[in-house]
């Protein structure tokens, strides 16, 4: 029988989203989060405890990685030229979050964490949430299930 394991960070209580750099990286897992035509977005990181297994979080303003589970992080409110049409936060296709992203605030039967710029009027007044799926979770659900009915 499978069990999840218990060393993963849970989100978001374990994660941390800073605006004014990494967290201390003796403590922490950070991935920093750059858009380089937005001024504003120079010092952003999503962060989560070092303590915990490390989900190998990587972030592009390119388009998706390859090989990697990504969800595109968009900013419809902000204008164009600052390229916000190219951008992912990836995991490896066998992490056990899947990220998704709203910028209509939380989405139901999903944990969420809100996501402000204070520098970015335009993020700063988006109701942008990062949000998980845990897929550690629906993993032991399913396993749990077929276990019982055996």
């Given at each position: ?8 960070p849970?989100?978001?209580l374990?994660?941390?989203w800073?605006t ?9 897992y ?31 303003y390119k ?8 969800e ?6 902000k204008?164009?030229r ?7 936060l990836?995991?490896p ?23 402000t ?8 007044n ?5 949000c ?19």
């Open positions: 029988m499978f069990f999840p394991s218990t060393d993963y849970k989100f978001p374990d994660f941390v800073r004014n750099g990494p967290s201390n990286t003796q403590q922490a950070c991935t920093r989060i750059y858009e380089p035509r937005d001024r504003s977005w120079y010092n952003n990181y999503i962060c989560y405890r070092k303590d915990k297994r490390n989900l190998n979080i990587e972030w592009s388009g998706p990685l390859r090989n990697r589970m990504c595109r992080i968009t900013a419809p409110t204008p164009s600052y390229s916000w049409h190219n951008n992912y990836c995991v296709m066998d992490s056990v979050y899947k990220f998704h992203w709203s910028t209509n605030g939380p989405l139901p039967n999903k944990e969420c964490m809100k996501i710029v204070p520098k970015d009027n335009h993020w700063n988006q109701r942008s949430y990062l998980v799926e845990d897929m550690n979770k629906a993993i032991g659900t399913f396993q749990l299930r077929a276990s019982s009915s055996s």
